[in-house]
């Protein structure tokens, strides 16, 4: 089959109908009368404004029409008219012709894929009609650009020649996208012969303009142009005209077009081509040519010009010189093939038009283009790339993808019409791809959609094309994944940028918290996803959705405090538990072992070590604020069955992917995955222990003897003995003897309190001396905790 490019051209090779009857509705059964003979039946699309149309995209609707006609040619009713499609759906399959001899039916296509089809219908013994169409990929459409038109006019009669000591007017009219003037903007005008008076023009109410242009005592061909866009040019029109000689006689004669053959015969409404038998291989080129003679059959000399075109042209298919002027009577111009051809060939019709005092003659030449050759496959897109298991989705989650390849000739051009085969590399639980076989559409592209079964695993889609000559091509997709679409215990992760501020006294201090999660292939979750926050104290906003697998929220320093500094943050999210798969299946089944636990994995503190077989049994979600792994009353939990009381183990596997005896209730196949984190909410002010190497403390403010050398210990923390701030500095200074050891520390961020070392040393041949030994505590706001006592050198 060729490609068929509908055109002001080509009569349509399908008879394609009005939608002006009714809409079809059934209507009653045919009543006994004369036995008519069915003759033929013709199908028609159209699209929503009832214009014909063989072209829509993805989301679009189509009217299909069938009309039906007896041996007299008369309209058929009430005769059932069946109709099947091979790609997209149809609202019917069959329907009554109404009083018109129309079947109306609507056709869509719900799974937005990307392809071409053929709709048939048929009636009685009639053989099938058929009508080819295509669903391309969806675009934006683009607002509709102004348009400018131009004519030049004589003693009000449109020419496009005249003589050098007359004077034309050039007449544009501007519109908009929907056809109303554009008045009071600026159109240009250049012109190649003579001279424009003047050279700008503004439109007047009714979108017009209007310059002069005077031969100027000027001779020849030339172009002339008008154009509107200050800087950038957003509509223009261009014309060929040409200006003789104030003696000479303009034609007045009709112009003819065609040309002369081997016998000198005039071979009127024909285009001489450059190759025998009208055949032009895919990509090819041919050159063109025709004469311009009057009635008498005698060569117009005048230079003119020659208008070409062709289907393909028009489409963006092929190229030709769309103008030339003759010389001595002659045209010519070069036809080049772009893609017009596709897999099966085209035939196409190029017009040569010449134009004079209003009348316009056409030549002709049919020729036909060959199909390309079968290239190549390529895969363009998986959406999404991550689908999740059949019967989970919801909000952020699809169980289906839709995966795009595109074919292309040996020229690397799109190719339509090849038929194109999908093979999942894995069935596993059940996975489908939908259509197994495809048809591209005139952008090569063609669809299919792969839909998850009840099996986590990675698939791959092989897409194959087979060529006239019997050889194979196929390409395959990247990765598609498809899991539970939830996250999974062992894959979450909870983390805070700083565990120790110093937020023991101060508000407003800010630290971000920072939750990952992914699913149980360890992809990051759906974007989307909600992670929950709580906390013992401070304040925390209490949610965030998932980029990539993470999000964050803010932490604040606030009331409430705790005594003890140390708080429990806990984030939760809707997921799975854990488990260990032993036979592969991705499903977690009796073959798998039995439950394990673990408090503080339920906890959300501990994270779960691989192991060779069973399942993570999980509590209920809670906030363990005092750290014991173990649920406290007055702790708060999340009643995830909805009890109203704290829920424990309950010995099954509670997640999607589960058969066998383990397996959770229908609506118990879920848990709060967790993750909790500590927090010190440090003070500003230090305490702090200082002891020699014989384990003495030395309070603040007493005196220490130092013969040789000695050894201290400092200890610090905050007022709660947890860690100092995050930041914080200490320094050990002495103005007698010398300090070796850890004189200058920095606090890390880290939940345990810290300590240093260091040692005073009496050097032996100083003099005996009284000094002072000063340790300094400095928290990040400034506060200093201090400590001072007297050394004595013997």
């Given amino acids: 089959m060729r490609k068929l490019y509908t055109s002001v051209f080509l009569a349509s090779a399908v008879f394609l109908t009005g939608c002006n009857g009714k809409s079809g509705e059934n209507e009653a059964p045919p009543v006994d009368g004369p036995v008519v003979e069915l003759s033929a039946i013709s199908i028609a699309i159209q699209n929503a404004q009832g214009d014909t149309q063989v072209s829509f995209e993805q989301g679009e609707s189509a009217t299909v029409i069938a009309t039906l006609t007896d041996t007299n040619g008369a309209l058929v009713t009430n005769t059932t008219v069946t109709f099947s499609t091979s790609f997209g759906q149809l609202s019917q399959d069959s329907k009554l012709t109404n009083s018109e001899g129309q079947a109306t039916i609507t056709l869509t296509n719900p799974e937005a894929l990307a392809g071409a089809g053929s709709i048939a219908a048929t009636a009685g013994a009639l053989e099938p009609s058929t009508i080819d169409f295509e669903y391309l990929v969806s675009t934006e459409s683009e607002e509709a650009l102004p348009s400018l038109s131009l004519s030049l006019s004589l003693n009000g009669e449109q020419v496009n020649n005249f003589k050098s000591d007359e004077t034309v007017q050039l007449i544009s009219t501007l519109v908009d996208g929907q056809g109303q003037p554009i008045s009071g903007e600026i159109i240009t005008y250049t012109a190649d012969i003579g001279a424009l008076t003047p050279n700008t023009a503004l439109t007047n109410a009714q979108g017009i303009a209007i310059v002069t242009l005077a031969g100027n005592d000027q001779t020849g061909a030339g172009i002339v142009t008008a154009s509107y866009g200050e800087t950038d040019v957003i509509a ?19 112009i003819r077009i065609g040309y002369f053959d081997d016998n000198g015969d005039f071979i009127e409404g024909a285009i001489e081509l450059s190759i025998d038998g009208n055949i032009v291989s895919a990509g090819g080129t041919l050159g063109l040519s025709v004469d311009l003679v009057d009635s008498e059959d005698a060569p117009v000399t005048i230079p003119t010009s020659v208008s070409f075109s062709s289907n393909c042209v028009a489409s963006g298919n092929a190229t030709i010189e769309e103008t030339v002027f003759s010389i001595q009577g002659k045209a010519k111009a070069t036809y080049e093939d772009i893609d017009c051809a596709g897999l099966n060939g085209i035939d196409d019709v190029i017009l040569a038009s010449v134009s004079l005092n209003g009348v316009t003659n056409v030549a002709q030449a049919v020729i036909s283009i060959t199909g390309e050759e079968l290239g190549s ?7 999404p790339e991550t689908i999740v298991l059949k019967g989970t989705g919801g909000q952020g989650n699809q169980e289906t993808s839709t995966l795009t390849f595109q074919v292309k000739s040996s020229l690397g051009n799109p190719l339509a019409q090849q038929d194109v085969e999908f093979i999942l590399d894995t069935t596993a639980g059940g996975i489908v791809v939908n259509p197994v076989i495809g048809v591209t559409n005139s952008q090569g592209i063609v669809t299919t959609k792969v839909t998850a079964g009840s099996v986590p695993t990675a698939v791959r889609v092989t897409a194959k094309a087979v060529a006239e000559d019997g050889s194979t091509i196929q390409t395959q997709s990247d990765l598609l994944s498809i899991n539970t679409g939830l996250p999974e215990q062992r894959s979450f992760t909870l ?4 565990r120790n501020p110093e937020a023991g006294s101060i508000n407003g201090v800010d630290v971000d918290i920072t939750a990952q999660l992914a699913d149980n292939f360890n992809n990051p979750v759906p974007d989307g996803t909600t992670v929950n926050f709580t906390t013992e104290g401070g304040v925390i906003e209490p949610s965030c959705l998932t980029v990539n697998g993470a999000c964050s929220v803010t932490w604040t320093s606030a009331e409430p405090r705790v005594a003890d500094h140390r708080i429990t943050i806990l984030a939760t999210a809707l997921g ?11 499903i977690f089944d009796d073959a798998d072992g039995s439950a394990v636990t673990e408090a503080f994995i339920s906890a959300g503190f501990s994270r779960i070590t691989p192991r060779a077989d069973g399942f993570v049994d999980m509590t209920e979600a809670w906030r363990d604020d005092n750290e014991n792994g173990l649920f406290d009353a007055g702790e708060t ?16 596997f509670n997640g999607p992917q589960c058969e066998g005896s383990s397996c959770g209730a ?3 196949q879920a848990i709060h995955v967790r993750r909790a984190l500590v927090m010190v909410m440090a003070s500003s002010t230090a305490l702090f222990t200082l002891t020699d190497e014989n384990g003495v403390n030395y309070p603040t403010g007493g005196t220490e003897t130092v013969v040789d050398t000695l050894s201290f210990t400092l200890d610090f923390s905050d007022t709660a003995s947890q860690a100092m701030p995050f930041g914080t500095t200490v320094t050990v200074e002495a103005s007698a003897g010398t300090v070796e050891g850890t004189t200058n520390f920095t606090v890390p961020d880290t939940l345990e309190p810290h300590s240093i070392e260091f040692v005073i040393v009496n050097p032996p041949l100083d003099d005996p001396a009284i000094g002072t030994l000063t340790i300094t505590i400095t928290s990040p706001s400034g506060v200093e905790t201090t400590i001072v006592q007297t050394l004595d050198l013997p």
């Fill in 236 to 254: 223009s029109s261009r014309m060929n005209y040409q200006v003789i000689a104030s003696d000479e006689t303009i034609l007045d004669d009709v």
């Fill in 666 to 668: 229908q609506g118990n």
């Fill in 495 to 498: 983390s805070t940028a700083v």
């Fill in 637 to 652: 939990f999340l009643d995830f069955n909805n009890d109203g009381s704290f829920s424990i183990e309950d010995g099954l």
């Fill in 377 to 383: 496959i390529e895969f363009l897109s998986a959406a």
């Fill in 576 to 586: 799975h538990e854990t488990f260990f798969d032993t036979n592969g299946n991705n």
